[in-house]
């Protein structure tokens, strides 16, 4: 199996809730953060790139529609270069990393490019489907900003709970789908200043879940 290294990372700026960045549309940030990561590697030829894994929690707005692929031809990376969303929620991005980190070491890619993206701010209101044409009744719209909606009445009221809505001002910021790749990038960036060799990139997920990746500075 071939190792699989972390090589560079990039970012936007993360803003507030109808902050600064609430007019930019969530796959123009993730075309951003492409072209600014692949700045970071000059020498790279795009054509070298096999796979783009992109995270994305929400999916009901701008970001529809494989967000990942948008982002790509956005950028203007290589229409032959393929593209996926994956949505673990909070953990979309670094869920994103280790599909990219399996992909390298199975050895179906040479160079894998992952990352994550989130507008809470344009995350739209959404309506039910109705059951049948021209419903009679009120219909009742549904922020997609923070929480569940549409919750399936099955579902146990205590695994509904939202932790974006009981922690909505934390410090750093929390746009979903691009937080667990922050936390592998900030951890890299932390290992190399310190010339530490270990560290462990966690976060936590809703309804029950987490993730962690080990990752070790090889040149301490």
């Not at 809505?165 to 190399?192: K, M, Y």
């Amino acid at each position: 199996m071939t190792a699989a290294f972390l090589y560079a990372a990039a970012r936007t700026p993360f803003g507030r809730f109808n902050g600064a960045l609430s007019g930019v549309r969530p796959d123009d940030l993730a075309a951003q953060a492409l072209t600014g990561l692949l700045a970071k590697a000059p020498a790279l030829d795009t054509d070298e790139i096999g796979e783009v894994v992109w995270g994305c929690a929400n999916q009901a707005g701008e970001d529809n529609r494989n967000v990942g692929r948008m982002a790509v031809l956005l950028a203007g990376l290589p229409v032959g270069l393929p593209a996926t969303t994956v949505n673990r929620l909070c953990g979309s991005s670094l869920d994103a990393a280790m599909i990219a980190s399996r992909t390298i070491d199975t050895g179906d890619a040479d160079v894998v490019v992952a990352g994550g993206v989130e507008s809470m701010t344009r995350a739209p209101w959404v309506l039910p489907k109705p059951e049948l044409p021209y419903p009679a009744g009120n219909v009742t719209a549904v922020s997609t900003t923070l929480g569940w909606r549409l919750v399936n009445p099955g579902m146990p009221a205590e695994w509904t709970v939202s932790l974006g809505e009981a922690n909505d001002a934390i410090a750093i910021g929390h746009p979903l789908g691009a937080s667990g790749g922050r936390v592998l990038a900030t951890l890299a960036a932390v290992l190399r200043e310190k010339r530490a060799r270990w560290g462990v990139a966690a976060i936590c997920i809703g309804v029950g879940q987490a993730l962690a990746v080990v990752l070790e500075n090889v040149s301490s």
